[in-house]
């Protein structure tokens, strides 16, 4: 129909070796006259298999439409991203705040593709995480004490892996409150639901969450924890977006995570933390949240921790 605008959907498997910011794919759209909308949406993928990466270009036509990709037409090219800072993802906050309805894209596809494999070896984890010369396991009561809880409060602790958190979350808050035990991996949810019953920790709650969101009801909750996870938030904006709505008004965020210096940090950290703590804090700055405090914690060395309020 001359004038309007037709839909299409070019749907195209990934490689196993495939990501949006490592392919170096140029996507071709057909050059009309009318405006045009590109939108790219990556569905999640399963834990056999891979998944599809589709597409969606909204095309004004005149008389017709040609193929996409046609070499006939000039082909425009997605913005390519590294696993470096990343402002885009500040701006994906902002419009979640300003309430867009646009589906957020990856900031790196796959980052958690070994927590989400149902035959993880939980042990193996639980020898990484919870030893004593990881900085963080050595100093978890302090960091619990960042949160500044009282009892009878709810608590969620979002990546809470092995539960190296459990027993510090659970003695602030006491019989009377509530700690959420949040994860995306299946294996490690049953292994907290274990140790909850072996201890008989009546006030844990371990729960299956999604990587978009935490799943949480609204104002439910008086603090959440994120402790070396943020950079594994494959989705920051969706998931900034459900704490402010799960955390009550003047609630707290606190987030621990790698320093990220070119200049003195680990290869490890370069190649595996997405950002640094000035790009961490424009992004939960941006989906809302307000700044209260830089923690200082002596022994602390490699990790940082930023204290954020829910506005009131």
């Given at each position: 129909m001359?004038?309007?605008?037709?839909?299409?959907i070019t749907t195209i498997a990934t490689s196993s070796n495939a990501e949006i910011e490592s392919t170096g794919v140029t996507w071709g759209i057909e050059s009309t006259a009318e405006p045009q909308t590109l939108r790219l949406q990556r569905h999640n993928r399963g834990r056999t298999g891979w998944g599809l990466v589709s597409l969606l270009a909204l095309v004004g036509c005149s008389g017709g439409c040609g193929r996409a990709g046609n070499p006939s037409h000039s082909a425009q090219a997605l913005p390519t991203e590294r696993p470096a800072e990343r402002p885009a993802a500040q701006a994906q906050a902002q419009a979640q705040v300003e309430g867009s309805s646009e589906l957020e894209v990856s900031v790196r596809p796959d980052v958690n593709e070994r927590f989400l494999d149902p035959a993880l070896n939980v042990q193996e984890f639980v020898e990484v995480f919870e030893t004593e010369s990881r900085e963080i396991a050595l100093l978890r009561e302090e960091l619990a004490?960042?949160?500044?809880?009282q009892a009878g409060e709810r608590v969620a602790d979002l990546g809470a892996g092995t539960g190296l958190f459990m027993d510090?979350?659970?003695?602030?808050?006491?019989?009377?409150?509530?700690?959420?035990?949040l994860e995306i991996s299946t294996a490690f949810v049953e292994h907290l639901?274990?140790?909850?019953?072996?201890?008989?920790?009546?006030m844990l709650r371990?729960?299956?969450?999604?990587?978009?969101?935490?799943?949480?009801?609204?104002?439910?909750?008086?603090a959440v924890f994120v402790c070396d996870t943020y950079h594994h938030f494959e989705y920051p904006a969706s998931v900034?977006?459900?704490?402010r709505d799960a955390l009550r008004p003047g609630g707290r965020l606190v987030i621990v995570d790698f320093e990220r210096d070119p200049g003195s940090s680990r290869a490890w950290v370069l190649r595996h933390v997405r950002c640094g703590k000035a790009q961490t804090r424009a992004e939960v700055e941006a989906a809302g949240f307000v700044f209260d405090a830089e923690v200082t914690i002596e022994?602390?060395?490699?990790n940082y921790v930023l204290r954020f309020r829910n506005p009131q």
């Open positions: 001359q004038g309007a605008l037709k839909s299409r004490d960042s949160l500044q809880l510090p979350l659970c003695d602030r808050v006491g019989t009377s409150g509530l700690v959420w035990a639901e274990q140790r909850a019953n072996e201890h008989k920790l009546d371990p729960r299956l969450v999604s990587e978009r969101s935490v799943d949480l009801e609204p104002n439910s909750v008086d900034l977006s459900s704490l022994g602390l060395t490699e």
